[in-house]
């Protein structure tokens, strides 16, 4: 038989957004596409204690669990919270998931009706975009500068269209890395109190930040999360979520939500009506790791903070290749990726099929915004690959864009 | 801020489905209405042993992994059912899941277009019937006899309202227990193929048979699955769905689906969307379970087969208690749960709230229909509670009915 899908799934199933990931899977062929962490410091070790641990215990631990998650792990998330960052929650609060790309859905799932105008910075990454999309919002992107999204571009749109959410990664967003001033933070909120619109803060990026140690001690208080900002000040502004996939590992599947307990109620309905629960053997797994293990937590996040600066440093020298003399960037202070723009009137997906050709990938930025209007920038991941990965890969790409200047 | 909920999620959180889980945590409490397998029986030590060898390989294994699946876990299940079954896949035709929750979340997704019409058997799991809401089907509930889906009904259904789907449970559905003649498979599959209705199998109960060992040997020749029968000609009739949870355990989170390449391939888009991967890493210690390990799949299905018959007698047993002389039911051959008609004019919801009061509880059967209709049924667990459970769990049902009765 002949299957009918969805309207909405079938543009999600024509879009370009799998493609690259097949061809990344080839073994000589170079990666800068994807969003991965650095295997060499996934905590395997220790994870495997935690495991021992978990499974030598009463078989209870294997069966389903609640579906808000397991309640010890929620409980450590609002004790680190208090105590790294100042940051007050009640365990009832939080909503295990299997990810933040999960808790975006849910979220969306949950609040946007077809046809309801939500807010996205441009660029924004494509996971959050696929999932507006399918749940048919009116997409609206509103440009940041290199402090954040525009205040008064935001005003505009709240005035003009009136948007249920605003979707927003204020600590090195996907893809441009840009960290929002403190005062940006406090802009932005207040517009969106003003306006009721809902703010989903995507941190996933936001432990990842580079520079001296001084500087990494106090910066959850030089950039709060905008979930602080409002808390401190008695609001339920924010839904903020998290993960443990670019700080601990991506196979545990374990990332959070925290908010107003009537979302994350509707969430945790929702979540049980989509896979029921995530894994609570995993939940386990990573609470005894975090909490009951000689594994230190802090010192792991300071470690992956100096190799992925160091691993940003080799790409900023690797851009003084030819083929990158007319592209702009911004270095970033934290996060996975660098955005690059091309040089005039080169198209990223023009240069992906190039780049492909000669073995390497990035993501093209045509795929971060809803109206392809970022077509002349590319995302690279600079966390995964190591030295020789990223030399050749960037020569590869430097030779691509070579191909195409020298035509002009 | 107040938060207004989109439209069909508001529905799914006013339902109540929710609020007998909550009441079963207190440990005091007998549920008889959860879905759960009886944990002693998970293979945990054996588990250990797996995830013990997955921990101490490569940390790449904590990687993100591809999108459907790790690829050995997948081939395994192939050659498990073409040994054990008969029936012919390849690995690229199934999608490893989170369940089978989620697999009918993601197939309903892809498929489904507001006000499309799908038809349920009548009574239908209260999981797939929130899936369908959510997505704005049009559920069409079509009568059961003691062989399965009426195929006079099934047909005058698929003239009227021309569905895109059927979902079945041919093998002791939840929540009859209902288990579906030969000639009823083929009947309801030639329906399908005359109409062009794509059928979605859900097999979790399937491998839960009770009997002789000689009715066990040749069950999937008695009782095939719609999938095989399809699949030998040469159809694409059927997406199957299956999962580990009631197997193996639960808290591994992983289930399968097993199709024609098209929806295999529009599912694992949607996943991407939706969660990313379910956890390669829990994926890969169930491969080494399986493959690996000197645990001996059959002879723990088997296991698991002779002691949930034992626990159904049990059950049986207590049905002689004076309060159900009037109830109804068919003894199942497998599954999990057991159906019962209550006497005459009693409503589930109402027997439902007395035996919270006295603590314990089951599903009541309105919420196993759309329109209500089976509200003067009850669905009951054997498959968890121990022996002393069952007993004090059933005699305070028994006593809750008898009140009613008493009464008239």
């Known amino acids: 038989m002949e ?5 909405r799934s079938s543009k999600l199933l024509s879009s370009h957004l799998n493609r690259v990931n097949k061809e990344q899977r080839q073994s000589s062929f170079i990666s800068l596409a994807e969003e991965l962490p650095a295997e060499e410091f996934f905590p395997i070790k220790r994870l495997g204690e935690a495991a021992r641990k978990v499974l030598s215990s009463d078989p209870s631990v294997l069966q389903y669990g609640e579906p808000e998650g397991y309640a010890p792990l929620r409980s450590w998330i609002s004790e680190d919270w208090k105590q790294r960052r100042g940051m007050q929650t009640a365990a009832d609060q939080i909503l295990l998931t299997t990810g933040t790309q999960q808790a975006i859905d849910l979220i969306t799932r949950l609040l946007v009706d077809t046809g309801d105008s939500v807010v996205v910075e441009n660029p924004t990454s494509p996971g959050c975009l696929q999932v507006l999309e399918m749940q048919g919002a009116d997409i609206i992107a509103v440009e940041n500068d290199l402090e954040g999204i525009l205040p008064d571009c935001l005003e505009a749109q709240f005035q003009r269209a009136k948007p249920k959410l ?3 990664a204020p600590s090195f967003s996907n ?3 840009i960290l929002w001033s403190l005062e940006r933070r406090k802009a932005v909120l207040e517009l969106c109190r003003k306006y009721e619109v809902l703010i989903i803060e995507d941190d996933s990026y936001g432990e990842l930040h580079f520079g001296t140690e001084e500087a990494a001690a106090c910066f959850s ?3 709060p999360a ?6 401190m000040d008695g609001g339920n502004q924010v839904l903020y979520i998290g993960s443990f996939s670019k700080t601990i590992a991506p196979a545990l599947r374990t990332g959070w939500a925290v908010g107003d307990k009537t979302l994350i109620k509707g969430m945790s309905s929702l979540k049980q009506m989509a896979d029921w629960q995530s894994s ?3 939940q386990q797994i990573l609470y005894h790791l975090l909490h009951e293990s000689s594994f230190r937590w802090k010192d792991h996040l300071a470690l992956l903070n100096r190799e992925y600066e160091v691993r940003l440093k080799l790409m900023l020298e690797l851009l003084k290749r030819p083929g990158f003399k007319e592209v702009k960037y911004h270095p970033p202070s934290g996060g996975m990726y660098l955005w690059i723009q091309l040089p005039n009137g080169l198209s990223s997906e023009a ?5 492909i050709r000669r073995g390497v990938a990035f993501l093209p930025g045509s795929r971060c915004s809803p109206g392809k209007q ?4 590319i995302r690279i991941n600079f966390s995964r690959p190591g030295r020789e990965e990223l030399l050749l890969g960037m020569n590869l790409i430097s030779e691509a864009i070579q191909e195409f200047t020298a035509r002009r």
Chains 1, 2 share one sequence.
């Open 3 to 7: 299957f009918s899908f969805a309207s």
């Open 175 to 177: 893809p441009t890395g």
């Open 166 to 168: 605003l979707f927003a």
């Open 374 to 377: 970022t077509d002349e920038y």
């Open 351 to 355: 240069l992906l099929r190039a780049s």
């Open 226 to 231: 905008l979930y602080a900002l409002d808390v």
């Open 221 to 223: 208080e030089s950039y």
């Open 280 to 282: 609570p053997m995993n």
